[in-house]
């Protein structure tokens, strides 16, 4: 947690409920003091999601920054891949993204990026928070102060590298299928060029504005993972993917309609990677990928934190890969942000030059032992076991299928059965202390959920 006694902070992102913890008169003041950290002159870009308190928030944050001369580039709604992309391409000092919260859909996140496309360090989080407590902002003169520019374009431009950087040629002549749930979000703007581009036949759910009755959130919701996955059958698809509402999290279902397991997902690009490769992965994804890493003789390294401390490794260590279990894939010779969509392009690539489907390569992942529990819990009470795990847990990873968090040194990762309404608790340490402290949380676990009302 940095040091800052008034904002919420959790994976080194700043969170906050829309005009209550966090108001236009708050992100004003951040982004004076983020445009004080960066000095005057500096340039910024900046990008939202379709979710009205992001644009509010947005519009704010960037008078701040203007108000110590700093210059935005404005890309309206825009997904991070692309808000990373831009970083790189103008040379700016800084990206913010604002996006609907991935627990909470009263909240809002705001994604700081440097100027390699990567989020902040804690550090620098914790010295952006400790200039906004002590209010020493350095404010322009007038004739100083910056100016907004609003660009259409990035959609058009990220379109275009992404199509150059993957090889075309064997998509155009496969013409795949692909089912993409974009979940509310600007990628709806974005996927559609690119698949025509690259000659995918697709189908695209969920790609209208969200409705203020039902705002949306930063996940996917395991319903419209289930309708994909009928799609899939349906449509004899290469695979279908659902995005994070900022696209930055790609979730997968396979040819056969199963839903993958992220960690399955970091396997499936493992598995493909080529011989003396590196990769880059969470702390907290499966010792599956070990396995694979031995068996392709391929580099591996796991980094604790979160992605953007991923993404620093990646870079530092020149790796070819960087992944989440939270549906995170940074390809470093583009980016060095996570990217949803550039994850999608680079699976279709391999699958049609490969000329094979992604259940053979899913099936070809090596098995692990692992030690699990299942205790009865309604589905009404699952929700709350999440509030739970939110607050009295710092290392948490939250995914549509399941939630990760850490207990001690053991990895605990909750999975909720709906139509047996059983909840699965399980780890991959099958150590003693491992197998004890499942049959810990397990016993915690079912009191607590006797206590919801």
């Known amino acids: 947690m940095a040091a800052s006694s008034v904002l919420p902070i959790y994976h080194n992102r700043i969170y906050g409920v829309a005009n209550s913890q966090l108001t236009p008169e708050v992100t004003a003041e951040l982004g ?11 340039l910024v870009v900046t990008a939202r999601d379709l979710y009205p ?11 701040g920054l203007m108000s110590t001369g700093i210059s935005v580039i404005d890309f309206h709604d825009a997904t991070l891949p692309e808000i990373a992309f831009a970083i790189k391409r103008f040379g700016a000092k800084a990206g913010i993204h604002f996006s609907v919260a991935p627990h909470r859909n009263d909240s809002v996140q705001i994604r700081i990026l440097d100027s390699n496309g990567i989020e902040i360090s804690f550090d620098k989080l914790n010295d952006l928070l400790m200039l906004y407590d002590t209010k020493h902002i350095v404010r322009t003169i007038p004739p100083r102060i910056g100016w907004v520019s609003y660009a259409e374009y990035i959609h058009d431009i990220y379109t275009a590298s ?15 299928r692909i089912a993409v749930d974009v979940n509310f979000g600007p990628a709806t703007d974005v996927l559609p ?8 036949r697709f189908i695209l759910l ?67 990677l080529p011989r003396g490769a590196k990769l880059a992965v969470s702390e907290s994804t499966s010792r599956v990928v070990d396995k694979i890493a031995e068996i392709q003789k391929i580099t591996l390294l796991r980094v604790k934190g979160m992605v953007g401390d991923v993404a620093r490794a990646v870079r530092r260590l020149k790796a070819t890969l960087g992944a989440t279990d939270a549906g995170e894939f940074i390809f470093s010779q583009f980016t060095f942000s996570s990217d949803g969509i550039l994850a999608i392009g680079k699976l279709i690539e391999t699958l049609t030059i490969e000329d094979i489907s992604l259940s053979t390569i899913v099936d070809s992942i090596p098995k ?18 999440i509030d739970h ?29 709906e139509e047996k309404e059983k909840l699965r608790i399980e780890t991959d340490d099958t150590s003693k202390e491992g197998r004890e402290t499942v049959k810990k ?13």
């Open 32 to 42: 004076a003091a983020l445009g004080t950290m960066l000095g005057e002159g500096s």
């Open 193 to 200: 060029m690119l698949f025509s581009e690259v000659g995918v």
């Open 206 to 272: 969920n790609s209208h504005k969200p409705s203020p009755r039902n705002p949306p959130r930063q996940l996917p919701s395991l319903e419209s993972m289930k309708m994909l996955a009928n799609i899939v059958d349906a449509s004899d698809s290469l695979f279908a993917a659902a995005l994070s509402s900022d696209a930055s999290q790609v979730f997968m279902i396979d040819d056969r309609g199963r839903i993958l397991d992220p960690d399955t997902l970091i396997g499936v690009y493992a598995m493909t």
């Open 441 to 453: 949380i397990a016993d915690e676990l079912e009191e607590l959920a006797q206590s919801f009302v």
């Open 53 to 63: 308190p992001s644009r509010m928030l947005k519009r704010s944050f960037s008078a």
């Open 389 to 417: 795990v939110y607050s009295n847990y710092q290392d948490v990873v939250l995914t549509p299928v399941h939630v990760k968090y850490k207990v001690g040194e053991t990895w605990i990762k909750l999975r909720y059965d």
């Open 162 to 176: 992404i199509t150059s950087f993957l090889d075309t040629a064997p998509i155009n002549a496969a013409r795949p």
């Open 368 to 385: 692990i032992p692992t030690f699990h529990l299942e205790i009865d819990i309604e589905k009404k009470r699952y929700s709350s076991i």
